[in-house]
């Protein structure tokens, strides 16, 4: 259905968690009961005022929350066109927006009487923030990461096991991120009475990625006020680095009914959306398939074996997208791009210079689309990037490919 056709964006999913052709729920009959209690229990969470009166305590004196909307002067002027504007989610506790939505999924945890939380992860950035929140509310925690990831990640590692988490190496496949999720289902399964699957992103069956979308639209929510506050007015065009997709999502889903604001999601482009499959960019070079149990835009090769994706960022190299996006692909509410490694260095290196804010290289992927945008629009015209994220973790990957030694 084209865009033009659809009455509110707002509404989806509908009763089976479908965007469209995307998302629902395919599990198993296991599962499947599972699923709905949480369902059941979030939609009553939803509607109840002591459920985000805890969440907005949380968010303001743990996370610290709200984030600062910033213009970028330098930058701006640099660029010589559009006047570009940061949403600082790199400055939450934690480092980056994951918390938002960790907090929601634990504190509706706490209310279903669930004492043990798990958790995938990949570069190991969901599974701080989980080991984070259940440190502070004493829960146990344990985090599956692929025995790959564990090899390339040990800082993450380190922090997890500090915050009490106990982090499980996973061997099956190819030992990355999309094998943690499958294990992380399987224990779910196995444990059903007292643990809760915390999920990263805007993925899984429903009602996850329709839940971690609610918990990140606070960066949307904020940015609309935030820029009315600044503006007078809500900004033209919105831009965030797509790995699942719960940033972008969190940023775009309180504008999607305004048609009047461009939504820019910007995928990892790796060394070139070619056939090698040498980047992460699922709707630019994907196709649609299941995984984890919702339909979505994969990448795959022509016998549906999902292929693991190549990136300079290990916080986008999910192979699937969240099926709310792939829905907004299809009716091109939204525009997807992809960013190669390069490009996403050469943003990298800039907001270093000339903002002093040492990005991750997730968002750097939007700051280098926002580099091709903006010199092209005029000097009123309103970008926000969503800065999701900070550098700290990023810097020995940059000086690899600077070839610095550390
Ligand atoms: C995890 C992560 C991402 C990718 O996840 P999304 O669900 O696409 O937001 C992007 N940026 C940062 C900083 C991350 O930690």
Same mark, same amino acid.
């Given at each position: 259905?084209?865009?033009?056709?659809?009455?509110?964006?707002?509404?989806?999913?509908?009763?089976?968690?479908?965007?469209?052709?995307?998302?629902?729920?395919?599990?198993?009959?296991? *599962?499947?009961?599972?699923?709905?209690?949480?369902?059941?229990?979030?939609?009553?969470?939803?509607?109840?005022?002591?459920?985000?009166?805890?969440?907005?305590?949380?968010?303001?004196?743990?996370?610290?929350?709200?984030?600062?909307?910033?213009?970028?002067?330098?930058?701006?002027?640099?660029?010589?066109?559009?006047?570009?504007?940061?949403?600082?989610?790199?400055?939450?506790?934690?480092?980056?927006?994951?918390?938002?939505?960790?907090?929601?999924?634990?504190?509706?945890?706490?209310?279903?009487?669930?004492?043990?939380?798990?958790?995938?992860?990949?570069?190991?950035?969901?599974?701080?923030?989980?080991?984070?929140?259940?440190?502070?509310?004493?829960?146990?925690?344990?985090?599956?990461?692929?025995?790959?990831?564990?090899?390339?990640?040990?800082?993450?590692?380190?922090?997890?096991?500090?915050?009490?988490?106990?982090?499980?190496?996973?061997?099956?496949?190819?030992?990355?991120?999309?094998?943690?999720?499958?294990?992380?289902?399987?224990?779910?399964?196995?444990?059903?009475?007292?643990?809760?699957?915390?999920?990263?992103?805007?993925?899984?069956?429903?009602?996850?990625?329709?839940?971690?979308?609610?918990?990140?639209?606070?960066?949307?929510?904020?940015?609309?006020?935030?820029?009315?506050?600044?503006?007078?007015?809500?900004?033209?065009?919105?831009?965030?680095?797509?790995?699942?997709?719960?940033?972008?999502?969190?940023?775009?889903?309180?504008?999607?009914?305004?048609?009047?604001?461009?939504?820019?999601?910007?995928?990892?482009?790796?060394?070139?959306?070619?056939?090698?499959?040498?980047?992460?960019?699922?709707?630019?070079?994907?196709?649609?398939?299941?995984?984890?149990?919702?339909?979505?835009?994969?990448?795959?090769?022509?016998?549906?074996?999902?292929?693991?994706?190549?990136?300079?960022?290990?916080?986008?190299?999910?192979?699937?997208?969240?099926?709310?996006?792939?829905?907004?692909?299809?009716?091109?509410?939204?525009?997807?791009?992809?960013?190669?490694?390069?490009?996403?260095?050469?943003?990298?290196?800039?907001?270093?210079?000339?903002?002093?804010?040492?990005?991750?290289?997730?968002?750097?992927?939007?700051?280098?689309?926002?580099?091709?945008?903006?010199?092209?629009?005029?000097?009123?015209?309103?970008?926000?990037?969503?800065?999701?994220?900070?550098?700290?973790?990023?810097?020995?990957?940059?000086?690899?490919?600077?070839?610095?030694? *550390?």
């Amino acid at each position: 259905m084209p865009d033009d056709l659809i009455n509110s964006y707002l509404t989806g999913p509908d009763e089976q968690g479908r965007f469209g052709p995307f998302g629902g729920r395919f599990v198993s009959e296991t *599962l499947m009961p599972l699923i709905l209690e949480l369902e059941a229990q979030y939609e009553r969470a939803k509607t109840d005022a002591s459920f985000w009166a805890e969440m907005d305590d949380l968010w303001t004196h743990y996370v610290g929350r709200p984030s600062p909307l910033y213009l970028a002067q330098r930058l701006t002027e640099h660029l010589g066109g559009a006047k570009v504007y940061m949403k600082r989610d790199e400055l939450n506790h934690t480092g980056a927006h994951k918390i938002n939505n960790v907090l929601g999924q634990i504190i509706l945890a706490r209310r279903m009487g669930k004492t043990r939380i798990i958790a995938e992860t990949g570069a190991g950035q969901h599974g701080v923030a989980t080991a984070t929140v259940c440190a502070k509310f004493g829960l146990q925690c344990v985090v599956y990461m692929g025995a790959h990831d564990v090899e390339r990640q040990q800082p993450n590692v380190f922090r997890m096991k500090l915050l009490g988490a106990e982090v499980v190496p996973v061997t099956s496949g190819r030992g990355t991120l999309k094998d943690a999720m499958n294990d992380a289902l399987r224990d779910w399964v196995t444990n059903v009475r007292d643990t809760f699957y915390c999920i990263g992103t805007v993925a899984g069956p429903h009602p996850y990625p329709a839940m971690v979308r609610d918990f990140q639209a606070i960066i949307g929510k904020e940015t609309r006020q935030q820029m009315m506050a600044a503006e007078g007015r809500l900004p033209d065009t919105l831009v965030a680095a797509i790995g699942g997709g719960s940033n972008a999502m969190g940023l775009f889903y309180p504008f999607l009914d305004d048609k009047e604001v461009a939504i820019v999601g910007v995928e990892a482009g790796g060394k070139g959306v070619n056939d090698k499959m040498e980047h992460c960019a699922s709707l630019t070079g994907g196709r649609p398939g299941v995984l984890h149990g919702n339909r979505t835009y994969l990448l795959q090769d022509d016998d549906g074996q999902i292929l693991e994706g190549f990136s300079i960022s290990a916080g986008l190299d999910y192979p699937g997208i969240g099926p709310e996006h792939a829905w907004l692909h299809e009716t091109r509410r939204a525009q997807y791009v992809a960013i190669t490694d390069a490009e996403a260095l050469e943003a990298f290196k800039l907001c270093c210079a000339l903002e002093g804010i040492i990005p991750a290289l997730e968002p750097s992927h939007a700051l280098a689309q926002v580099m091709k945008l903006a010199p092209t629009l005029p000097r009123d015209h309103l970008i926000v990037m969503n800065m999701c994220g900070r550098g700290d973790k990023d810097i020995f990957t940059v000086a690899r490919a600077l070839g610095v030694d *550390l």
